[in-house]
């Protein structure tokens, strides 16, 4: 399984940003696909998850009612949308596959490379 993000950038707090994940290879269609970000001196957070099958939606309370985690299958894409940014969301952001598609919070067995996401205040 191949996963490429892209969409990542520099804004201003209160902005919007929408994150795309662009997915390829063998069969994922029991997967979960995580977005999860890693800022400088923090561990490792699991913003947001949807199943592949099943659109089942988990997101971390830091994140709930900003951020939403959707896909489209026919084009292999899963999405993270971004509102309301804030200084504390600045990291770096992955795409991710979890196998089972029932362990949202992981662990995640194939990642994509990062994207940057910036927020000034």
């Known amino acids: 399984v191949q996963l490429q993000a892209s969409g990542g950038g520099l804004v201003q707090a209160g902005d919007s940003l929408r994150l795309s994940c662009a997915v390829s290879?063998?069969?994922?269609?029991?997967?979960?696909m995580g977005w999860i970000r890693q800022a400088p001196g923090k561990e490792r957070e699991i913003v947001a998850a949807?199943?592949?099958?099943?659109?089942?939606?988990n997101y971390a309370d830091s994140v709930k009612g900003r951020f939403t985690v959707s896909k489209d299958n026919a084009k292999n894409m899963v999405y993270l949308q971004m509102n309301n940014l804030e200084p504390d969301d600045t990291a770096v952001y992955y795409c991710?596959?979890?196998?089972?598609?029932?362990?949202?919070?992981?662990?995640?067995?194939?990642w994509g490379q990062g994207t940057q996401v910036t927020v000034s205040s």
């Open positions: 991710a596959a979890e196998l089972t598609g029932n362990r949202w919070q992981g662990p995640y067995y194939y």
């Open positions: 290879g063998r069969t994922f269609s029991t997967y979960t």
């Open positions: 949807i199943s592949w099958k099943f659109g089942r939606t």
